[in-house]
């Protein structure tokens, strides 16, 4: 009887161990495999992204980003061998969450484009801010113009975390200037 | 049971989604539009005929008492593992889904077909059972999301159905309109159901119970008899 019991007891968790031991090696060849793909769509997107909010430019190179708060990275916008621009992203707090806005400014500080990459607003309402109807208003407005335009109706915080976001690209973009960044 | 019958079982007799009314909330959550009740959908079959199967074959090695944690590891394991190959391949789908791909591993129907069925029965027979609660979790996550989305925005698939001119009702895309439009959908089936004279609760499947009654049958189980 005691033989029984202590071959029941030391099974259980034994098999549990081994398919625990079987499901991680599973996992972790998985992860190999796919580690590249994932990197490279995730580099896809963002390029895409930059060239979203600045389309005269034809690459991208990291560039160093001012030490201001909410500035995730900056990426300089090359046309030819020219520097036509330079792409922000920012992150700040919406309604739902935190949001991250990636906005191109030219060399005069004014807004070429911009798109909210990742957000946690409310469908229909907060979401319309993501929206690229909304956001082709922001076109060619420099920083008060910016700070100036309507919200969406309905979604005050939301909006409001659009226009803290792209203070910040602002705000990074007056102190790359400074310090002869761009 | 033989393999039709395993097969059609999940989408209509015992939908999870409409009958069995498993995975409530994903189906609440992700139907804001059709694609993304169609993704969650066969997301969710991927890892349910996964780990259905897997269960099914090694059901004699698994000892009683650790058999809840076994299939969690192998289930969490497949939700994990089809989040790689979302997050690689289809990036798009992945980002749509967000947090509730991985709510999948908690997603009711899938322990819950593992105890109730894949414990069973044998690997072929369990592969059917995944494929068809697959199936029908797929077909009824769809629908509502096709509904949810033509009145909330006006669109199907992103296709602008509603004229521009024409307000759709926002509500429909948050909580209170989903389960609106799920309320509805189960009476329509529940309808459906008694005009084919089949039982209108098939209690057994969905009881949190269900792995510890001695009486857990399968579908058409007359109500009253169950000792709960």
């Known amino acids: 009887m005691t033989e029984n019991k202590t071959k029941m007891s030391l ?3 034994l098999v549990l161990l081994l398919i625990c031991l079987c499901v991680t090696l599973l996992l972790a060849l998985t992860h190999n495999l796919t580690a590249p793909f994932i990197a490279e769509a995730r580099e896809r997107t963002a390029v895409e992204t930059r060239a979203g909010v600045c389309p005269e430019a034809d690459r991208f190179a990291e560039a160093k980003a001012p030490a ?51 957000h946690s607003e409310t469908p229909g309402l907060g979401t319309k801010v993501a929206d690229d109807a909304y956001l082709a208003g922001y076109a060619g407005a420099g920083r008060d113009e910016a700070a100036a335009m309507d919200g969406v109706t309905g979604a005050t915080f939301t909006s409001k975390g659009l226009k803290e976001a792209l203070a910040i690209c602002f705000n990074a973009w007056d102190a790359g200037r400074k310090e002869g960044l761009w | 049971m033989n393999a039709k019958n395993i097969l059609l079982n999940g989408i209509v007799k015992e939908n999870p989604v409409l009958v069995l009314a498993l995975g409530t909330c994903a189906t609440i959550a992700v139907t804001t539009q059709a694609v993304n009740g169609l993704g969650m959908g066969l997301a969710t079959m991927a890892v349910l005929i996964c780990s259905n199967v897997v269960v099914a074959a090694l059901k004699d090695l698994i000892p009683d008492e650790v058999h809840i944690p076994c299939y969690i590891v192998i289930i969490a394991g497949f939700v994990t593992i089809v989040g790689f190959l979302l997050e690689a391949f289809a990036p798009g789908l ?9 709510l999948i591993v908690v997603n009711c129907l899938i322990l819950g077909r593992a105890e ?9 027979e369990a592969f059917l059972d995944g494929l068809g609660m697959g199936l029908g979790f797929t077909l009824a996550l769809t629908a509502i999301g096709i509904i949810r989305e033509l009145l909330g925005s006006g669109t199907v698939f992103g296709w602008q159905l509603l004229p521009q001119a024409v307000s759709p009702m926002s509500i429909f895309l948050l909580g209170p309109g989903g389960f609106f439009v799920f309320g509805c959908m189960i009476a329509l089936v529940n309808r459906i159901n008694v005009k084919r004279g089949l039982p209108l ?13 001695g009486n857990a ?8 008899s169950c000792p709960k």
Not at chain 1, 82 to 94: D, I, K
């Open chain 1, 11 to 13: 099974r259980a968790p």
């Open chain 1, 68 to 118: 201001v708060e909410g500035l995730d990275s900056v990426y300089l916008a090359y046309a030819g061998d020219a520097v036509c621009g330079t792409v922000f992203t920012a992150r700040s707090q919406g309604f739902g969450g935190e949001m991250t806005v990636v906005c191109g400014l030219d060399e005069e500080g004014r807004l070429t484009g911009c798109r909210i990459t990742r």
């Open chain 2, 94 to 102: 992945y980002d749509a889904l967000g947090v509730f791909l991985a």
């Open chain 2, 116 to 124: 109730m069925f894949a414990a069973k029965h044998k690997v072929g």
């Open chain 2, 201 to 213: 609760r098939n209690a057994c499947a969905s009881c949190p119970k269900v792995g510890f009654c």
């Open chain 2, 217 to 224: 049958g399968e579908a058409g189980r007359e109500v009253e």
